[in-house]
T-cell receptor
Framework: AQSVTQLGSHVSVSEGALVLLRCNYS??????LFWYVQYPNQGLQLLLK??????LVKGINGFEAEFKKSETSFHLTKPSAHMSDAAEYFC???????????FGAGTILRVKS | DAGITQSPRYKITETGRQVTLMCHQT?????MFWYRQDLGHGLRLIYY???????DKGEVPDGYVVSRSKTENFPLTLESATRSQTSVYFC???????????FGPGTRLLVL
């Protein structure tokens, strides 16, 4: 079965510092991969998605993610954290049949001033 | 308003009662999904639907019932609520399976 592992349930960075949120997936077939963000008391919003067109994917709010097939990873980065980036981030992968998404457990990002 | 809406946004109920959570989308998306979000578990799929009158179980379907008589609506019913069903429930939809899903604002359910 498809699975997604997000390393670190909580990540804390200083404002202006690099953000790195880790995601590894298990799949025998290159999937669709997604990063979603959830602000407090809201639903999930799409940050970016990988659909095999390019390994480096740029998303909204300055975030980007790199698909590395050899490492089965799809880590999310942002060069300079902003206070407004504080939220919970979810990595997700489509199942091999494409009907569903499987989500990781989420990483809460805290940005310190 | 266009988009995906859920009602109620907050619900308190008692053990054993039947509860129905509503989900409505205005995009005519074929696929709709119900998730529950619990601390440490991320989002877990309860049920999904590929079209009107076509539904299938997800990862955690026990204790839940769904129906889809119209494309735009996908209600989720807890037939006899239990405390373990206290959670935040999200509905989502998409036009293409495996592609971007669009989420509603969620329903916070507390079962006493």
């Amino acid at each position: 079965a498809q699975s997604v592992t997000q390393l670190g349930s909580h990540v804390s960075v200083s404002e202006g510092a690099l953000v790195l949120l880790r995601c590894n997936y298990s799949s025998s077939v290159p999937p669709y991969l997604f990063w979603y963000v959830q602000y407090p008391n809201q639903g999930l919003q799409l940050l970016l998605k990988y659909t095999s067109a390019a390994t480096l994917v740029k998303g909204i709010n300055g975030f980007e993610a790199e698909f590395k097939k050899s490492e089965t990873s799809f880590h999310l980065t942002k060069p300079s954290a902003h206070m407004s980036d504080a939220a919970e981030y979810f990595c997700a992968v489509s199942d091999p049949y494409g009907n569903k998404l499987v989500f990781g457990a989420g990483t809460i990002l805290r940005v310190k001033s | 308003d266009a988009g995906i809406t859920q009602s109620p946004r907050y619900k308190i109920t008692e053990t054993g009662r039947q509860v129905t959570l509503m989900c409505h989308q205005t995009w005519s998306h074929s696929y709709m999904f119900w998730y529950r979000q619990d601390l440490g578990h991320g989002l877990r799929l309860i049920y999904y639907s590929a079209a009107a009158d076509i539904t299938d179980k997800g990862e955690v379907p026990d204790g839940y019932v769904v129906s889809r008589s119209k494309t735009e609506n996908f209600p989720l019913t807890l037939e006899s609520a239990t405390r373990s069903q206290t959670s935040v429930y999200f509905c989502a939809s998409t036009s293409v399976p495996g592609e971007t899903q669009y989420f509603g604002p969620g329903t916070r359910l507390l079962v006493l």
